[in-house]
């Protein structure tokens, strides 16, 4: 059997779960994977707040390094680069 099982309907079923290893890692998966309404920033805001404006600065500066970047790591994740 394949691993999307003997037809399209059978691969779309998500139970019984066919390949245990495959749904840990999907657990894995979502372990990993945090949403901003998860995270409470309101002492970040607060220490961002009391920062002198060359701190303030180094922050967004750091900030907007990492954010195109990421995207580059997932890139390079993705295609195997």
Known sequence: M????????????????TYPWAYDLYNQAVANTWFPNEIQLGEDLADFKRMTDEEKHAV????????????LVNKALAFGV
């Open 2 to 17: 394949g691993i999307l099982g003997t037809g399209i309907q059978d691969g779309l079923l998500l139970k019984p779960i």
């Open 60 to 71: 967004t500066y750091l900030m907007s390094y990492f954010n195109p970047n990421e995207l």
